[in-house]
């Protein structure tokens, strides 16, 4: 969708020289009269002071002289129009034709009394019309300035409003196609903040639709590895079945290869399992119930599960937890989680090897334990640490071992992630290092 550029432009510049042309002409309106007026009364105070001397004269002198003196002024003042007129109407003199006299606009004559009766009628001479023209057209061509400028003003304006709104419709269009976008400009207004919200919301989204692209390829890859690591047992346990069916050679011994077929649909059931709990942690279907946690007894329980393969594998284990030290969490969670990771250190330890276990105070924490496991002597390609969360991986692709599903420390990372404890897995200068920091009860 291309977006119409000039439209709100059009609009913004249009409505506002309809508002200053309305606002221009009612100005004129309402003054036109008044500067009209005005100039009128000041025409006939000229008119006044310019026959004041006539007047005075008239005053003063005889009627019998009036004609000599107004012939007298008029040879004087030959751009001045006037009529002496008697007590009776009568015209005494005329400084013009009588008839080019009548056709004189009637609001620009004065009559003025000099006594005796006899007045004067006189008329604006046509320089003073003319002057009145040069007012109108100044006042005309001011008028036309205004406008002008007014234009340029509403140029400016319209395009200062619009321009911001122009750039948003383009980024918005932009952002439709999910295509990138340039930072807004900073602008300390209502449309500066308009448009950083909607950057801000399309970076969101963008991080929203990468995690969603992230989840399905990691969802897509945990179905095709579940699928790889149930497809291998059940095709052998589908072997061993039709050998026994078929009483071929070795399958003859049903009992020995039924035991051999169990085996196989337990840990295909034990993996089953680990896939449906891990699913719901995923989903948010198991919620932690959190309780007050003995850390030492925890891990002392953990350990005697495992302590016929410690021994097996005569591995050295130091235990150095606080007998009273607590934590808040969810037990069956945590108990969960501990399991994977210490099967985990004692099935990676070489024979005779040696594997740590303690607390300590996490730096920078207040309020938090920090529960250690390290597999001493062990190192992990720092490549691959980050992979070990991840289901069904294994360093030793070409390995499979009995009992270990590959889902173990993905198991840990959702359990512990459920619980919003803080986990690492890293390399030291001993070991292998694997912690947890967990509150305080």
Known sequence: MKPNRRGIFTKVFAYTMLLIVLVVGITAALFAQQILSFYHTAQIRQLNASFQELTEDMQAAHPREYVRIAREFSDRNQSYTFVLQSPFGRVMFASINLDDMGVQDQRHNIVLSVGAGYTISASVPSVADEDLR?????????????IALCTAAAVLFARGMTRPIELLVSDAVAMSRLEPVQPPAKR????????????DMYGKLKDTIADLEEEKEAQRYFFAAASHELKTPIAATNALLQGM???IGDYQDHPKYLGECLKMTNEQNKIINEILEIVKLTDGKIMPNFETVNICRLVDDVVARYQHLIERKELALEIEVCENLE????PAMLDRALSNVIINAVQNTQTGGNI??????????????????????AQIDEEVLPKLFNPFFRVDKARTQSGRSGLGL??????????G?????????????????????
């Open 134 to 146: 040069y007012l109108i057209r100044t006042i005309a061509i001011g008028m036309l300035l205004i």
């Open 188 to 199: 300390g207004d209502e449309l500066g903040l308009l448009s950083e919200i909607v950057h």
């Open 245 to 247: 069916l078929d009483n």
């Open 327 to 330: 934590c808040s969490a969810d």
């Open 356 to 377: 740590r276990i303690w607390d300590e105070a996490p730096p920078h924490k207040d309020g938090y334990i920090r529960l250690n496991v390290l597999n001493c002597g």
């Open 410 to 419: 993905t198991l840990v990372a959702k359990t512990l992630g459920c619980m």
């Open 421 to 441: 404890f803080e986990f690492a897995l890293e390399n030291n200068e001993e070991g292998v290092l694997f912690w947890v920091d967990m509150p305080r009860a």
